[in-house]
C-alpha cells in the first residue's frame, strides 16, 4: 500500500490484461474500502456500497432488520429528508436503485447520467451517513419487506439458502 490523498492508503488493484477500464483501490481514515473503477466509454454513472452484515447478523428478536436497513436507506437523509427526492432524482436523470439483502451482506447500488454522478454520490452518501428511518416510511416497509418474505420463502432454492 502507498500513500494517498490525506487519510488514506492506496492498495493495487488486479485487472485483466484486455480491460481498458482504470482501477483505484483506497482505504479510508475510518476503515472503509473503495474501488473506484473508471470507463470513459461508460453510459452511466454508477456507485454501491456493500456492508458486510446481512440476515444472519439479525438479532433474534428483531429477524429482518438488515433487510429492512436496506430499504429504508433510500427514504431520506438529514440533507435530503422528503422520501421521494431521490426516486424523483434518479427518474430526471435516466438512473435507477436497487438493494439486495444475502446472509452476509447488503449492498445498495444506483446508476445515473455520467452528468449527474456528482450530485448523485452527494445523495447517496447522505442517505448512507444519516439516514432518516422515517416513522411512516418503516410502517410500510415493513409491510414490504414481508410481503417479499412470504413470497420469496414459496421458492425451493430460497428454502434451501435458508436451511444453510
Avoid at 482501477?23 to 461508460?42: Q, T, Y
Avoid at 432524482?89 to 438493494?99: K, P, R, W
Wanted: proline letters at 6%.
Amino acid at each position: 500500500m502507498a500513500a494517498g490523498p490525506p487519510g488514506t492508503l492506496v492498495y493495487s488493484v488486479a485487472k485483466a490484461a484486455l480491460d481498458r477500464r482504470s482501477f483505484r483501490g483506497l482505504v479510508l481514515a475510518n476503515g472503509l474500502r473503495v474501488l473506484l473503477a473508471s470507463d470513459p466509454d461508460a453510459a452511466k454513472g454508477a456507485a454501491s456500497m456493500d456492508v458486510l452484515v446481512g440476515s444472519m447478523s439479525d438479532p433474534p428478536s428483531l429477524p429482518g432488520l438488515a433487510h429492512f436497513c436496506e430499504h429504508m436507506v433510500f427514504m431520506g437523509s438529514e440533507r435530503y429528508p422528503d422520501e421521494d427526492e431521490w426516486n424523483r432524482f434518479l427518474s430526471a436523470h435516466g438512473g435507477e436503485d436497487n438493494g439486495e439483502t444475502s446472509a452476509e451482506h447488503t449492498v445498495v447500488y444506483f446508476d445515473v447520467s455520467p452528468s449527474q454522478l456528482k450530485p448523485a454520490l452527494d445523495r447517496f452518501l447522505d442517505f448512507i451517513a444519516t439516514p432518516s428511518f422515517n416513522v411512516g416510511s418503516a410502517a410500510r416497509e415493513v409491510k414490504a419487506i414481508e410481503s417479499e418474505f412470504q413470497q420469496a420463502r414459496q421458492e425451493e432454492g430460497n428454502r434451501h439458502a435458508q436451511l444453510l
